[in-house]
Nanobody, 123 residues
Framework: QVQLVESGGGLVQAGGSLRLSCVAS????????MGWFRQAPGKEREFVAA????????YYADSVKGRFTISRDNAKNTVYLQMNSLKPEDTAVYYC????????????????WGQGTQVTVSS
């Protein structure tokens, strides 16, 4: 079992940056591909980015490509999401999740989820 805890959300002005972190419990972190999703009020949870087990491969949603960067540190059991040039439409609860396949872009491909962290971008 893997437990995931996100942090780093907050309120930021448009054009600003935030870095989200997700720490995983357990000793099997490196055996999972990791991803970030987000969910805005009244909308479905949507894929943002994913990273392979070693971190050598990444995959992004078109809406964040060039602005967001996913990375991981297996020694620290942590996955990150660096978000630059934030827009009001990036406002959502952001979730990290663990999957066994890559690239995992669908909610159903993930086995473990964090509780989420709120990101609010003001205009």
């Amino acid at each position: 079992q893997v437990q995931l805890v996100e942090s780093g959300g907050g309120l930021v002005q448009a054009g600003g940056s935030l870095r989200l972190s997700c720490v995983a419990s357990g000793r099997t972190f490196s055996s999972y591909a990791m991803g970030w999703f987000r969910q805005a009020p009244g909308k479905e949870r949507e894929f943002v980015a994913a990273i392979s087990w070693s971190g050598g491969s990444t995959y992004y949603a078109d809406s964040v490509k060039g602005r967001f960067t996913i990375s991981r540190d297996n020694a620290k059991n942590t996955v990150y999401l660096q978000m630059n040039s934030l827009k009001p439409e990036d406002t959502a609860v952001y979730y990290c999740a663990a999957a066994s396949t890559f690239p995992p872009v669908r909610v159903g491909e993930y086995h473990h989820w964090g509780q989420g962290t709120q990101v609010t971008v003001s205009s």
